[in-house]
């Protein structure tokens, strides 16, 4: 595996370019625009990608640890197969995203934005979703065990047997405009 150290990316490195099996360790791709680029069988270690503009880029197979990604609009990108480890995702937007076998354990995501996404079936547990919004979001099987939930809102979304703790629960409702009467 190749691995990249301390370097700081600009645009053009990230246009037009495919990285396979590569390390990069403490990089920094904020603020940078992604174009036609592609990532498969990656691992990003304490990268910085922070305000990243990603325009037709994928990433597949790849590995996040420690990583900062807050304020990205994952729009016009294909995540597959990708994990999340500790990272901090927020603001973050994904729209019309399927996300099949992406994972984010202990990752903070909160303020994120899905709209349309299919996350049926996934393992969201031990995440941090506090003002998190899912609107029109298909959610059949998907697990919330173990996450912050507070201030969650579920819009026009497809539940079914989705898994949620009492926290997870009491935040759903309140989210449909229940109230707990003391």
């Known amino acids: 595996m190749n691995s990249i150290k301390d370097r700081n990316f600009v645009d053009h490195d990230l246009k037009g370019v495919d990285f396979e099996e590569t390390k990069f360790v403490d990089c920094k791709f904020a603020k940078s625009q992604f174009k036609f680029t592609g990532f498969k069988n990656c691992i990003f270690f304490n990268c910085d990608f922070s305000n990243a503009l990603l325009d037709s880029t994928s990433f597949t197979k790849c590995r996040f640890e420690d990583c900062k990604l807050n304020w990205i609009n994952f729009k016009d990108c294909s995540l597959s197969a990708c994990i999340f480890q500790h990272c901090l995702l927020e603001g973050c937007s994904f729209e019309k995203q399927k996300l099949p076998e992406c994972s984010f354990p202990e990752s903070d995501l909160t303020s994120v934005y899905f709209a349309n996404c299919d996350l049926s079936g996934m393992d969201l547990t031990h995440v941090n979703f506090e003002k998190a919004i899912?609107?029109?979001?298909?959610?059949?099987?998907?697990?919330?065990?173990?996450?912050?939930?507070?201030?969650?809102?579920?819009?026009?979304?497809?539940i079914s047997q989705t898994i949620l703790d009492l926290?997870?629960?009491?935040?759903?409702?309140?989210?449909?405009?229940?109230?707990?009467?003391?």
């Open 134 to 158: 899912f609107d029109y979001c298909k959610l059949k099987g998907t697990s919330f065990t173990d996450s912050n939930t507070t201030g969650v809102s579920f819009q026009n979304c497809q």
């Open 167 to 182: 926290e997870g629960f009491i935040q759903f409702g309140l989210s449909k405009g229940f109230k707990l009467n003391n």
